[in-house]
């Protein structure tokens, strides 16, 4: 097996996390996949890949090279259809991720509509409320709500999102519209305990930051449902603006204590290999660039 081959085996047991799916998907047996991986690492003279009983990792070595693997082969692609007079068609599998959320609202549609588009174009889409290894997971376009750590990844900022606290008009008419956010320490409550959601609630009142620990009511594992629930009335929740723009404009919801919210959230779509990207990359890229920043739910 010559070194592409190596390399090709090698990011496919590094995507998939495993010897057995990578032999499935490259239609190799398992053993040649496992001779191939061994191979690369006697030549290199360093373990890429720490194996266990049940899992497969890279090591710090095996993030880097996986790096170099996935440019050289994707550059080896794009020669090829340059060659074949197809430099500019999108082709191939695309690998992305987005929040749940965000990803059923905006990204889906998206890429429903790219795939009509551009036929020869297949989608492996991670919708999960974590924040994926773009490198270790194999993926080519991320996006992400909030503040970007340094990174090598290429990033365009589409938008940005409030977090926001709604209630249902029927509950305001009701229980009152809180003028203070320590209104809300006794109110009823919704929350999430979904990931990257705070026990405290933080505002900014007079430009000091104030968080307020309110005692839930109800606490649900899904945004969606925590939406649902203040739409049919049975107290304020703390989502994200995009998240409940449908609701607002329908009359289901109200945005409360809006002067106290904390700053604007940025959107960015990231992407790997900046203009040496595929074809298929750049262009899904550019379609959903676009159509974000054309999304007034988006704008903040």
């Given at each position: ?13 590094a ?19 496992t ?53 500019a068609?999108?082709?191939?599998q ?43 997971e ?129 959107i ?9 990207a ?23």
């Open positions: 097996m010559d070194r592409f081959q190596e390399m090709q085996v090698f990011a496919a047991v995507q998939d996390q495993g010897f057995s799916a990578a032999a499935r998907r490259l239609g190799m047996s398992a053993a040649s996949v001779r191939a991986v061994a191979a690369l690492e006697k030549r290199i003279g360093t373990q890429l890949l720490t194996r266990t009983t049940r899992s497969v990792h890279l090591s710090e070595a095996g993030q880097r090279y996986l790096e170099d693997c996935r440019r050289i082969l994707a550059e080896v692609q794009e020669a090829e259809d340059s060659v074949a007079g197809s430099h068609q999108p082709r191939g695309l690998t992305l991720t987005a929040p749940v959320l965000f990803g059923e609202l905006f990204i889906t549609p998206l890429m429903v509509n790219f795939l009509t588009q551009f036929p020869d174009v297949t989608i492996n889409a991670l919708l999960v409320d974590r924040i994926v290894s773009v490198v270790e194999g993926i080519d376009v991320a996006v992400r709500i909030g503040e970007l750590p340094d990174s090598n990844q290429h990033a365009i900022r589409v938008g940005e999102v409030r977090r926001v606290i709604c209630a249902s008009p029927q509950f305001l008419a009701i229980h009152g519209r809180p003028r203070h956010p320590q209104d809300l320490a006794k109110a009823p409550i919704i929350a999430t305990s979904s990931i990257g959601q705070q026990r405290s609630w933080p505002f900014l009142v007079d430009g000091e930051a104030l968080n307020v620990r309110p005692e839930p009511r109800l606490v649900v594992t899904a945004n969606q449902a925590a939406i649902t629930a203040a739409s049919l009335g049975l107290g304020f929740t703390r989502v994200l603006s995009y998240q409940v723009a449908g609701k607002v404009a329908a009359g289901e919801l109200e945005i409360i204590l809006a002067g106290f919210e904390m700053p604007a959230l940025p960015h779509v990231m992407y790997q290999g900046g203009r040496n595929p074809a298929r990359v750049r262009s899904f890229v550019d379609f959903t660039v676009k159509a974000l920043r054309e999304n007034p739910a988006l704008s903040g």
